[in-house]
Nanobody, 121 residues
Framework: QVQLVESGGGLVQPGGSLRLSCAASGRIYSLNAVGWYRQAPGKGRELVAEISSGGSTNYVDSVKGRFTISRDNTKNTVYLQMKSLKPEDTAVYYC???????????????WGPGTQVTVSS
């Protein structure tokens, strides 16, 4: 089995910064694409940022220039550095990863349970 655990969420004032982390553990051979999604109250889940195994990144327009996604393959960990946070960034943030399993070498997608980010004065 594989587990993804997010950390780093919390309450921050507008203009502030947070750094989210997502650590993957379990029967992992390697991680392919990993990403962050978010879901605000009453809204659907949206892709925030993603990074390929080769390091190519993609961001939703609303966070470009403010958020940076990165990964540490030695730790099976992905990060989301968030700066200049706005109230509209308030949401539950979910980590997802395309995991190549160590016992089958097949790829499967996994999700973390989510971490709350609240931007408010």
């Amino acid at each position: 089995q594989v587990q993804l655990v997010e950390s780093g969420g919390g309450l921050v004032q507008p203009g502030g910064s947070l750094r989210l982390s997502c650590a993957a553990s379990g029967r992992i051979y390697s991680l392919n694409a990993v990403g962050w999604y978010r879901q605000a109250p009453g809204k659907g889940r949206e892709l925030v940022a993603e990074i390929s195994s080769g390091g190519s990144t993609n961001y939703v327009d609303s966070v470009k220039g403010r958020f940076t996604i990165s990964r540490d393959n030695t730790k099976n960990t992905v990060y989301l550095q968030m700066k200049s946070l706005k109230p509209e960034d308030t949401a539950v943030y979910y980590c997802t990863a395309d995991v190549v399993l160590s016992y089958t070498y097949r790829e499967a997608q996994y999700w973390g349970p989510g971490t709350q980010v609240t931007v408010s004065s």
